[in-house]
């Protein structure tokens, strides 16, 4: 009966949409040949889209 409720318990840890993020940028993406202006706008998008945390507090 525990191992019922323990493997429930872990069940509902887990999400349904955990693999969205995996090709959002496609930066590391090593099998396609980028010339450095097209990985020049992938690392800008980057830059623009993911902030960073703020170290100031």
Known sequence: MKYLILFIFLISCTSLNSNNDVKKNNILDFSEDKTFEEFNV????????????SIDN
């Not at 800008?44 to 889209?49: D, R």
């Open 42 to 53: 992938l690392i800008l998008n980057y830059a623009e889209t993911n902030p960073y945390p």
